[in-house]
């Protein structure tokens, strides 16, 4: 982390879990053994239909509220799809956008990445960017080219000024649910040719202002040691931030950094 130049950013994605009940509950036992000072940034993003519950329940907590998918028109007939504007209008602040499970399941390519980007920013919000290789592009060597390619793809067309505004998550896939860490070692080396990628692009102080986070198994184990590597500068985490005592324990873990 490097506090100087940049936001630590702890955000939960909650994928698809917790009902609005569930969430009102969870924000209770959080208020119970969250202290009030805090200096990184806390998001939790949530299914859509939670999104007022959550802004509601976690206001009190100055716990961010983020959005885990959007669509990139601003409105029209797209029958069941949510657009950016309708996500600002109810509080929203950071949305996720490309995590691997959407490219996966649900189509997403670069393309509609880099779409998605934009009308996130055009409605005023940031985008937390969702990269990350496979077991198989790790292991045949080309994990940083592919990353730098997505990451080029998902800011083709961002101005210099927005990138204040966004979040590039490092989400190596076969990291992500199955209890497998990428080392603070190989977490930090891939963080930092995304900055020498956002440098390539944008120039030196552009990059260093830049958030990048690491996602994938984060847990409180091993949290301190990820976010030592100085161009992480925080966590996007699933499991462990289903359950508000870890997800604390890593708030904590980015706090004392
Ligand atoms: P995980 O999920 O922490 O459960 O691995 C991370 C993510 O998918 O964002």
Redesign the pocket.
């Known amino acids: 982390m490097n506090r100087r130049y940049r936001k630590t950013i702890i955000a939960g ?1 909650w ?1 698809m879990n917790l009902t609005a009940t569930e969430t009102k509950k969870f924000a209770e036992e959080l208020k119970k053994i969250m202290p009030r000072a805090k200096w990184c940034e806390t998001v939790i993003c949530v299914p859509a239909c939670n999104i007022t519950a959550a802004a509601k329940a976690f206001k009190d907590l100055r716990i961010s509220i983020g959005a885990e998918n959007v669509y990139f028109e601003p409105s029209g007939a797209f029958t069941g799809e949510i657009s950016a504007p309708m996500l600002a209008d109810l509080g929203v602040k950071y949305v ?1 956008v490309g ?3 959407r490219r996966q399941y649900f189509c997403e390519t670069d393309q509609t990445v880099n779409k998605k980007v934009h009308a996130v920013l055009n409605a005023g919000m940031n985008p937390i960017i ?1 990269v990350g290789e496979s077991l198989e592009q790790r292991e045949t060597g080309v994990t940083d080219s592919w990353i730098a390619l997505q990451v080029k793809c998902a800011l083709s067309g961002v101005a210099a000024e927005r990138l204040r505004h966004c979040v590039i ?1 490092y ?1 190596p896939i076969w ?4 209890g497998k860490t990428a080392t603070a070692e190989q977490a930090g080396e891939v963080c930092s040719n995304i900055r020498a990628t956002i440098r390539g692009l944008y120039g030196a102080r552009v990059a260093r202002s830049v958030t990048i986070q690491y ?5 409180p184990g091993n949290a301190a040691e990820l976010l030592a590597q100085p161009d992480i500068d925080g966590g ?6 289903l359950k508000p005592d870890q997800f604390l324990d890593i708030i904590n873990a980015a706090n004392q950094e």
């Not at 996602?215 to 847990?219: D, I, L, W």
Request: overall charge negative; proline content about 0%; glycine content about 20%.
């Open positions: 994605n994928k996720i995590h691997s499970e969702c998550a989400e990291a992500i649910g199955t996602g994938g198994s984060m847990n996007l985490i699933g499991g462990a931030s």
